[in-house]
């Protein structure tokens, strides 16, 4: 399995970026599949998931409001819209997923995702 992450840069607070994740090896509606940021000196945390065949989206309470996960099926490619963009949103962001199906209470546990890209790095400057 292969997830490349792609769609980082540098934005002025209030900007937008859109990240994408291109998967390989795994089918990312047959899997759950999520989005995590690492800050520098800081541990890495959920940002956002959707679940496996429903594709319900969840959100870190940061940036509900601001950020939209979403997927294309046919061309197999997780999205993160960020909206209004936030210096504290700078970071390297990683996509991550499992074959296994994660709900609300588990998908932002770094811990059960098996499959993890090499990261983009986001900058917003304020």
């Known amino acids: 399995v292969q997830l490349q992450a792609s769609g980082g840069g540098l934005v002025q607070t209030g900007g937008s970026l859109r990240l994408s994740c291109a998967a390989s090896?795994?089918?990312?509606?047959?899997?759950?599949i999520a989005w995590f940021r690492q800050a520098p000196g800081k541990e890495r945390e959920a940002v956002s998931g959707?679940?496996?065949?429903?594709?319900?989206?969840h959100y870190a309470e940061a940036v509900k409001g601001r950020f939209t996960i979403s997927r294309d099926n046919a061309k197999n490619i997780l999205y993160l819209q960020m909206n209004n963009l936030k210096p504290e949103d700078t970071a390297v962001y990683y996509c991550?997923?499992?074959?296994?199906?994660?709900?609300?209470?588990?998908?932002?546990?770094?811990?059960?995702?098996?499959?993890w890209g090499q990261g983009t790095q986001v900058t917003v400057s304020s």
């Open positions: 959707i679940r496996r065949t429903s594709g319900t989206p």
């Open positions: 090896g795994l089918t990312l509606r047959d899997g759950s």
């Open positions: 991550a997923g499992t074959r296994r199906g994660l709900i609300a209470s588990s998908w932002h546990i770094r811990t059960n995702h098996d499959y």
